[in-house]
């Protein structure tokens, strides 16, 4: 059966807000709005990733002067136990709104599902938001901050950021185009290690890449930027090991959004950065106006979400993993034929 | 904007899993599968509640000879933190998955995305699956089972079941129908007690079905019956109460399943049934075989979930709720025009 499914709508706009740590690493000039205290005004970490959504969201649609009523759907989610960050965050837009959860998958479980239904017909165009904050997650999957807990060499360190998305049925001339979709599978090989989230979703992530490559006839070199969304050092080097494996190198193009989003050598984040936030605003801010200036021009973009709780690994589960691509391509190669 | 969606595909099979109590209860005879323990042969709760996914999944498989490899698409989720009911029950198909967190409307928005992405041609065939368990609900919102907390009169049994469903985008010609859908919006009006969901979810559903009957132009009578999905003896009263006032008196065709699946007399669970299992299993084994018999014709079946968690009611924030649409008609009313 056919797992890629080809579409053609763009994303129109998408807005990115982040925290302290994320204003100061390297992308730190793109992101849209920041608070240096991470609390967004608010007086609960669970409130700050709310607010954060809201902001992304509002944000996307004043870049281009759209009003909420324009969205037919708006599919949210983020890491928080039920998804309060975005519930709560977007419980005052009018619009019809779909929870996700995809762990750190959720960006682009959120926007390959408003690609296809935008593209199909559904809707006319449609908003994908996700988020994460260091605060809630460590708190919630972890220990409080307070507790200063030392962290392993392969532990990420969770983006306080929100993205928001979108996606307009209408092409244009300039904005990137969702080529294809493919909605991954869900992977589990055997890693238990709550704090190696990249050796857990690694192999979910070269799963969809060697199924995409397969079923339309590409090779990692069509592309200009492979990007995952929050391998991490630890995940991006076993997904390459396993590709290599697998005959499809992909180091060449390959990156992360956990690997750029902070300084290696200013910012001591252990395996890199990591939560829904990491590659939402990754995505929203550096590599979609690239690809609306030209700059990258076939971008394969997998989120990736790693779906356990703490519960079940104290109940000694193996974590399952998933890789959610979406295929992106600049007005230069609109006219480029996937499959 | 419309919000209203016309579809045209079928329920194809479902399947449902339960329970002691709800064997024990009037719909008792209906479900496919029970287990008197509530255990399904694992060690834990959430382990439990995620085997109830992947019984009720296979089990809707087997009763139309599909293979899983027919699906297109896996929509799922439950109640649990992270969802892992959804991610571990059903991380063994090989089936593109993709979860959804819409607390206990979740059977409603997964049926809603399959009808839609069936009905515009991306997949021929997808699934939608939702779960709750007793145990891991009580322990998780509210506190374990063994410390025999007393709960209020407008608490609510969470549902110890899971309900999984084909959804074809080939109608043939007995099957019901899923003739229209409509996301909801996220309504909260300032219910802040947790042990009141009924009242919590209610103005949720009341905005969704007045927004579908003044889209449709359709009123209460044109229907065999509007049903919730827990709202309970509490929300059911308010839902009424609050559509008498809107002019819509959906009193004589109203039922609610957390009202049908336990007993009043010898059942006592207060103000009746609720979880994402709640709706899954009533729908599954009880409403979609009288619509395939023609004992009902037209149906307004509408997943209401609350989706607060219990730390940002510990912080003081009021329940935001959802209500998802979904019109079933059976082969008699597949003429039958809605707008």
Chains 1, 2 share one sequence.
Not at 154 to 182: C, H, K, N, Y
Not at 245 to 266: H, K, L
């Amino acid at each position: 059966m056919e797992r890629v499914k080809i579409t053609n709508c763009c994303v129109r706009a998408a807005a990115s807000v982040v925290g302290k740590m994320e204003r100061m690493g390297p992308l730190g000039g793109f992101f849209d709005l920041h608070d240096n205290e991470d609390r967004f005004g608010q007086s609960t970490w669970e409130k700050a990733e709310a607010e954060m959504q809201r902001m992304a969201l509002n944000t996307a649609l004043a870049k281009v002067k759209w009003q909420q009523e324009q969205l037919g759907a708006i599919f949210a989610g983020d890491l928080l136990n039920q998804c309060v960050g975005a519930a709560y965050g977007l419980k005052d837009f009018s619009v019809p709104y779909l929870g996700l959860y995809g762990a750190c998958s959720t960006a682009a479980e959120g926007l390959l599902l408003t690609a296809l239904l935008c593209d199909r017909g559904v809707f006319s165009s449609a908003a994908a938001v996700a988020s994460s904050h260091n605060c809630t997650a460590e708190r919630q999957y972890r220990s409080p901050l307070e507790y200063g807990a030392q962290r392993t060499p392969t532990a990420q360190w969770t983006v306080t950021g929100a993205g928001a998305f979108l996606v307009d049925s209408d092409v244009g001339e300039d904005a990137p185009v969702i080529r294809a979709v493919m909605p991954g599978l869900v992977v589990e090989k055997g890693v238990r290690d709550a704090a190696n989230m990249g050796a857990a979703m690694a192999p979910a992530a070269a799963d969809t890449l060697l199924r995409f490559f397969k079923e339309t006839h590409t090779v990692p070199t069509d592309f200009d930027l492979i990007v995952t969304g929050d391998l991490g050092y630890e995940g991006g080097s076993i997904l390459c090991d396993l590709m290599r494996i697998a005959g499809q190198d992909i180091a060449p193009v390959y990156n992360d959004c956990g690997m750029m989003i902070y300084s290696r050598e200013t910012q001591d984040t252990h395996a890199g950065g990591s939560g829904c936030g990491c590659s939402a605003v990754v995505l929203a801010s550096y590599l979609l106006p690239k690809l609306a200036t030209g700059a990258l021009e076939r971008v394969l973009f997998l989120g990736t979400g790693a779906m356990m709780s703490p519960q079940i690994i104290q109940q000694g589960e193996a974590i399952p993993a998933i890789a959610h691509l979406l295929c992106f391509v600049s007005k230069e190669s609109r006219e480029w034929k996937l499959c």
